[in-house]
């Protein structure tokens, strides 16, 4: 039981008062931010990522896992209370939760996210705790053609799989390794895409590109479309759950476990897609159908244990592989790299402290929200009502302090503004925003990873393809791209052959991830 | 998402406000017009990534037999593919949808001078935190950008602003040693 014992020991780092302060600090950032309207987890990190790089590696770790999770729980009171949800994860949370809120159980709606997102948070981090250390002794394996292989799944997972327009995916990624190759080349030395500008020549800070993106972009794009009459927040007391609301909840959250977790795990993952499947699930299941749509209350348990359960399984893949499968994520994996940790399998070798502080950090901090949430949520959900015009002033206040941070130069602070710009154009035009903030940030290691593949095979084409996961992920990546076409032959096939219903509209849900 | 005032329809707006320019408002009956703006841009960036990726010499050794180009080439190719199919996508009738949020009215017009008002206070206040530095800077970049969203407690505002370029400079630059210029205020913070 090796993984137990660092996972005691990992505990003992983390019950050391500045430790917990962190924990703390971070539960209670996130849980606001999460609340807060226009706000999310990864706007957040974006904007402590200067602040942080100061700060102990592990220490802003649990910091940022707080926020992280904080912003689980704060995300579901949002969607309860005010019916539109902030974070795209939580948009499932909002069909039946607003609708019990507006049938006068909001304290349960509350209660059953609250205590459901504990339950899946407990029982997920329990599983990382266990399957990492796996992905790991199967990941310190491969090579770098697995790897590229690996990333550009990631890559057509998060274009492809997730949203409902495959170009504007494939667009928006692209558009994000564009980004990421600005800079000199690492092998050559020489200048790309830097239009001989100095400031560009150590390429775009991740800083600039986050804070743009997520922060001025929102903040821009709410400006253009600011509703003048906030939405009515219904009011709430203390939540609270009868021995029925127990009885019918408990299923719903460990099959919302069970789907968020894996779900959470693979590339193209996120909540969306689990959150999603959890609803359909206890629409399918439940003993009250004729509740659905009026304020089921397993319509709020399900989803919002499947959303906390996949914040837990998004750390596996990041902290084994280093592969971020959601924009927190994403974000998480550039602090590493800027501490000059190298994410991937031998992250937990090579910093075992850091990987299971963090991990225990994960149990301590879902109990501290659990405290925080249950019998403060009314005044949390007071957050809804600070005046719009300060809050967006504060946001563009706080990224132009990040961006100035990176290097004191007014030359970020106009390129953090360009990007800005990109991110209110994304938004409007309905391109998703994690393609480009993955292309980023991977960009620079997916391409390590060809000339090393190429090097290997002394330029033969051949030595992309490694071994057998780079054949599946090849495999899939094919399937992903021409599922269209597949599904169209399987359709004439079939014989009721209509028209091929446009390109790639297979997926019902938004899934932007909002910052 | 889907139960949100289905009978608003966008181009019915009963109150037309002055500013209005209707380049970004809603998806209208002949299609979305506007994003061939975006496909245009995506094009340009893809000629762009290919005629500066020529540029560089193309310098392949037995350690690096690919080169700094190839990469930008390919993105640069990709990126004309997937602006043609974007464009005929638009033909088609294809719209993105528009991103929602807990602050987001879909069905008013996008509002230009606001947004213009915040670029310009941002660019103004980003060019002041070197010569006057991060609180006075800071300040008046929230002032103005609470005053560009419509706040009108101007005393309320620039004391908010005030006091968080303060409380930021103080715990950041001082604190963390966090680089915050203190400009002409230097010697009195």
């Known amino acids: 039981m090796d993984n137990l014992n660092n996972l005691i020991e990992g505990f003992g780092h983390i019950l050391t008062p500045i430790n917990l302060l962190y924990a703390f600090v971070g539960v209670t950032v996130g849980t606001a931010v999460g609340v807060l309207p226009g706000i999310g987890p990864a706007m957040t990190l974006a904007l402590l990522l200067p602040i942080t790089f100061g700060l102990d590696p592990t220490q802003a770790m649990i910091l940022f896992c707080g926020v992280f999770y904080g912003g689980m729980y704060g995300g579901s009171t949002t969607s309860i209370l005010l019916n539109t949800p902030g974070e795209s994860s939580s ?35 329990l599983l990382l705790a266990f399957v ?14 697995d790897y590229l292989a690996i990333i550009m799944l990631a890559f057509v997972g998060a274009a492809a799989v997730l949203g409902s327009s495959r170009i504007r995916g494939f667009a928006s990624l692209l558009i994000g390794l564009a980004i990421g190759i ?94 999603f499947l959890s609803y359909v699930t206890e629409r399918k299941l439940t003993k009250h159908p004729e509740e659905f749509g009026k304020g089921a209350i397993e319509g709020v348990a399900g989803p919002e244990a499947a959303n906390n359960a996949s914040a837990a399984g998004t750390l596996v893949p990041l902290l084994a592989i280093g592969l971020p499968t959601n924009a927190t994520a994403a974000i998480m994996l550039s602090a590493l790299q800027g501490w000059g940790l190298d994410p991937g399998p031998l992250l937990i070798e090579k910093q ?56 004191g130069q007014a030359f970020d602070l106009y390129l953090l503004l360009a990007i800005g710009l990109l ?53 899939v990546i094919a399937v992903a791209i021409l599922w269209p076409l597949i599904a169209r032959l399987i359709r004439t096939a079939g014989g009721n052959g209509g028209p091929g219903s446009g390109p790639g509209q297979h997926t019902t849900i938004s899934t932007e991830a909002s910052a | 998402m889907s139960d949100q005032t289905p009978g608003v329809t966008p181009d019915r707006d009963p109150d037309p406000s002055p500013d209005r320019t209707g380049a970004a408002g809603q998806a209208t009956t002949s299609g979305d017009r506007a994003q061939y703006g975006m496909c245009a841009a995506l094009a340009v960036l893809g000629i762009v990534l290919i005629v500066d990726a020529t540029r560089l010499a193309p310098m392949q050794t037995s350690n690096d037999p690919m080169g700094p180009r190839p990469v930008p080439i390919v993105l640069g190719i990709l990126m004309l ?36 008002l915040l670029l310009v206070v941002f660019g103004v206040s980003a060019a002041l935190i070197e010569p006057l ?45 966090v680089n915050l210029p203190a400009g002409i205020l230097q010697g009195i913070l």
């Open chain 2, 81 to 116: 593919v997937v602006a043609v199919l974007y464009a005929i996508d638009i033909r088609r009738g294809g719209v993105g949808a528009s991103d929602e949020g807990e602050d987001v009215d879909l069905t008013a017009r996008a509002d230009w001078k606001t947004v213009g």
């Open chain 1, 352 to 407: 075992p402290v850091l990987v299971w502080t963090l991990v225990a950090s994960l149990f301590v901090g879902n109990t501290m929200l659990l405290l925080l949430n249950l019998p403060l949520a009314p005044a949390w959900a007071k957050l809804l009502q600070i005046p719009r015009p300060y809050l967006y002033a504060g946001i563009l206040f706080f990224a132009a302090m990040g961006a100035w941070t990176v290097n």
């Open chain 1, 182 to 275: 600005v800079g000199i080349d690492r092998v050559t030395g020489q200048q790309r895409m830097t239009f001989d500008l100095p400031q560009l020549a150590d390429g775009i800070d991740i800083v600039v590109v986050a804070v743009g993106l997520f922060a001025v972009g929102e903040a821009l794009w709410v400006a253009a479309h600011l509703r003048r009459k906030a939405g009515s927040v219904i009011p709430v007391g203390k939540p609270w759950m009868g021995r029925e609301d127990w009885r019918r909840s408990w299923k719903p959250w460990l099959r919302g476990t069970a789907l968020g977790f894996p779900f959470g795990a693979i590339p193209a993952g996120g909540a969306e897609v689990p959150t």
């Open chain 1, 91 to 125: 948009v499932v949370t909002a069909l039946e939760g607003n609708k019990m809120a507006k049938a006068g159980r909001a304290a349960q709606a509350l209660a059953t996210a609250a205590i459901g997102s504990f339950v899946a948070g407990t029982i997920a981090t």
């Open chain 1, 423 to 475: 991110g209110f154009a994304i938004r409007r035009f309905g391109f998703p925003v994690l393609p480009l903030i993955i292309g980023v940030i991977l960009a620079p290691i997916a391409e390590l990873h060809l000339r090393r593949s190429l090097q290997l095979s002394h330029g033969d084409l051949s030595g992309l393809v490694g071994g057998p996961v780079s054949w599946v992920c090849y495999a």
């Open chain 1, 132 to 145: 990492m250390p796996q992905v790991v002794a199967f990941a310190i394996k491969l090579g770098s053609p």
């Open chain 2, 133 to 177: 530095g991060w609180v006075i800077a800071g300040s008046l970049l929230f002032w103005g950008c609470s005053f560009a969203l419509g706040n009108r407690h101007h005393i309320r505002g620039l004391l908010i602003g005030i006091a968080i370029s303060l409380i930021t400079f103080y715990a950041f630059a001082i604190g963390l040693g």
